[in-house]
């Protein structure tokens, strides 16, 4: 029984940044990672970073890797996403997502739109 409820997407220019943030509420205690996907319009959903929730420990995608940075607050049960040189290819919905200690990405929020324009 978790949610997670994303904010932060909009619209930006090539080269600049943006900061997304996923809110989990609920039974989280339990929690093993936590992480972002994102979908192009016509493609699949592709996976972005993760981030471990008592170690801290991360993995990113080569395409995000050096320019996206994830993190986690234990006080706010929130988890960020700083994105900066961003690029026109990285137009998506962004997800969040959430594995309560089953191995599965078992819980997703309701995605926000992220658009860079040239």
């Known amino acids: 029984q978790v949610q997670l409820v994303e904010s932060g997407g909009g619209l930006v220019q090539a080269g600049g940044s943006l900061r997304l943030s996923c809110a989990a509420s609920?039974?989280?205690?339990?929690?093993?990672?936590m992480g972002w996907f994102r979908q192009a319009p016509g493609k699949e959903r592709e996976f972005v970073v993760a981030?471990?929730?008592?170690?801290?420990?991360?993995y990113y995608a080569d395409s995000v890797k050096g320019r996206f940075t994830i993190s986690r607050d234990f006080a706010k049960n929130t988890v960020y996403l700083q994105m900066n040189s961003l690029k026109p290819e990285d137009t998506a919905v962004y997800y969040c997502?959430?594995?309560?200690?089953?191995?599965?990405?078992?819980?997703w929020g309701q995605g926000t739109q992220v658009t860079v324009s040239s």
């Open positions: 997502a959430s594995d309560e200690s089953s191995s599965n990405w078992s819980y």
């Open positions: 609920g039974r989280t205690f339990s929690r093993y990672r």
């Open positions: 981030i471990t929730w008592r170690s801290g420990n991360t």
